[in-house]
């Protein structure tokens, strides 16, 4: 569908890098400040962060007053240090992950040159690409630690390529980087992507133009001995952490950050062949671009670059899909080497011929279903009686997802000025993080309730909560001096006979037309607070 193949005119057609960082950081900018944190992960990560702050135990995290196992310390390390210079705000750890999402971008673009020298255009195609792969702008403002974990990857890749070109000491210090903060930042899963990476280098590695014929055993070895001392110095922090502690915590993270995830019951189990669907969504629509690209001989089939990105693919999917636990973001480490292949194609390919109606849509009607799917959806009565904050929230996704499909299928004078227009949509689709957490109105901004709190536990006021486990929803807003005294629903009334001056949150699910007194949105439905007489 595409015309004859002239590589060198690409770099003609190679997007201005200016424009695409300039794009990318005005965009994470108002995502980050445009919106309160979201329950539930986003403010329980705050809860943790600001219970170390509030308590000055900056060692180890903590949750609720307990050692907080799922995650390990280097966000929340990074968060207290910034609010140490800034003071405490919302914003910050938002702006971290930002900032490390960029430095990933930077990361791959100089990756991009390493694996292509002869192809200059790669690294300038490498911001935009980023802009095709949903998954990326999901995550790209949000409080999470997948992000930070593929700068950390990114920059493990790039020790495996100075260990092929015999620069020893430049690639044990970035591996031993990468293996060391990854671990402190998403537990084993950089190990399993640069691991993964480091496997194939016998088949990528003599392929590569900088390969210095090294050693296969020393760099194994030196590979082998970083990711031991990135377990060991993780180790060490687990064993003062337990001294501290009082507990031995390393059991609860030994299990919550690897062996529980393999076990049949492991949160979020799911059949092997999980992934296989996912991959539409989270690649989308990157692969529709690659689809399109197929009949464009490029330069890039069967190199170095190839062999490395879809090794590691095909090996970091396998070890995954074998693990019981799964999750779409577990691949995260392996997108911005997905976004330097496809730059890597796209710098390649004759970009001057305009790609057929058939990939354009091809590229825009996973948009244009999923819009009307949720147009359709939205409007029935039984969705808006149990979620009554979905309405605005999902129209809001619903047109931008229209609006991005127009933009793909819409004729282009030629592939380059198509792929870049994509792009550009999909950085832009980003500001949906601040349209839909305002579309969700009152029921997912607690801000005003979690002060009311924080200040009747001031004020000496006991605080008990009825709905399961705390997660520290009002926490951080709230700057809750200490965690509300957890309850079954049944027991509310003897405690407030109790506690005659006492506070109890109880949620609640009336009927949309009914707000009980004292009660604020909260999700699907009314968070309460119910006092003595009341």
Not at 484 to 491: I, K, M, R, V
Not at 506 to 524: G, I, L
Request: charged share 10%.
């Amino acid at each position: 569908m595409f015309g004859s193949s002239r590589p060198l005119a690409a770099a003609t057609a190679a997007p201005e890098p200016r424009v695409w960082w300039l794009l990318w950081g005005v965009v994470l900018a108002v995502a980050v400040w445009g919106r309160q944190l979201l329950p539930i992960d986003e403010t329980r990560y705050a809860a943790v962060a600001w219970e170390m702050w509030r308590d000055q135990h900056w060692l180890y995290p903590t949750l609720d007053g307990g050692f907080y196992a799922q995650k390990p310390p280097l966000l929340f390390w990074l968060t207290l240090a910034v609010w140490a210079v800034v003071g405490v705000a919302d914003w910050v750890p938002r702006a971290i992950v930002a900032i490390m999402g960029l430095a990933t971008i930077a990361a791959s673009a100089r990756l991009a040159q390493r694996l292509w020298p002869h192809t200059p255009a790669v690294a300038r195609w490498v911001p935009a690409t980023f802009g095709l792969v949903l998954i990326w702008l999901l995550f790209a403002p949000a409080w999470y630690f997948d992000i930070p974990n593929a700068l950390w990857c990114v920059v493990g890749v790039h020790g495996l390529l100075d260990l092929a070109a015999r620069r020893w000491g430049r690639g044990a210090a970035l591996l031993a980087l990468a293996f060391v903060a990854g671990v402190f930042t998403k537990g084993p899963m950089v190990l399993l992507t640069v691991g993964a990476a480091a496997v194939w280098a016998p088949l990528w590695g003599p392929r590569w133009v900088g390969w210095q014929q090294p050693p296969l055993w020393k760099a194994a070895v030196v590979v082998a001995l970083t990711a031991v001392l990135g377990l060991a110095v993780y180790a060490g922090w687990l064993a003062w952490a337990s001294a501290h502690a009082g507990e031995a915590v390393w059991r609860a993270v030994l299990g919550a950050q690897a062996v529980d995830r393999l076990s049949d019951d492991a949160d979020h189990a799911s059949p092997f062949w999980w992934y296989a669907p996912q991959l539409l969504w989270m690649l989308w629509p990157a692969w529709a671009v690659a689809l399109a690209l197929l009949r464009r001989r490029g330069s890039v089939q069967g190199d170095a670059g190839t062999g490395l990105v879809w090794g590691t693919f095909a090996l970091l999917l396998l070890v995954l899909s074998l693990a019981a636990g799964k999750r779409g973001h577990y691949l995260m480490g392996w997108v911005p080497l997905g976004a330097v292949w496809l730059a890597a194609r796209l710098a390649t390919a004759d970009l001057r011929v305009a790609p057929a109606w058939g990939w354009r849509v091809l590229a825009a009607l996973p948009a244009l279903v999923v819009g009307a799917a949720l147009a359709v959806w939205v409007g029935r009565p039984q969705v808006v009686q149990a979620y009554p904050w979905a309405g605005p929230a999902l129209q809001a996704v619903g047109a931008a997802l229209v609006v991005w499909a127009l933009v793909m299928a819409w004729p282009a004078r030629d592939a380059a000025r198509w792929v870049q227009r994509l792009a550009a949509g999909g950085i832009g689709l980003v500001l949906l993080h601040v349209a839909v957490a305002h579309a969700m109105g009152p029921s997912f901004q607690l801000r005003a309730l979690a002060e009311q709190v924080g200040e009747a536990m001031r004020a000496g006021h006991p605080v008990a909560w009825t709905d399961g486990r705390f997660h520290g929803v009002l926490s951080f807003y709230g700057r809750l001096p200490r965690t509300p005294e957890l309850l079954a629903p049944e027991q509310a009334a003897q405690w407030l006979a109790r506690h005659p001056d006492g506070w109890v949150l109880v949620r609640s699910k009336p009927a949309p037309d009914e707000r009980p007194p004292h009660c604020v949105p909260y999700r699907s439905g009314w968070l309460c607070i119910v006092r003595a007489g009341t």
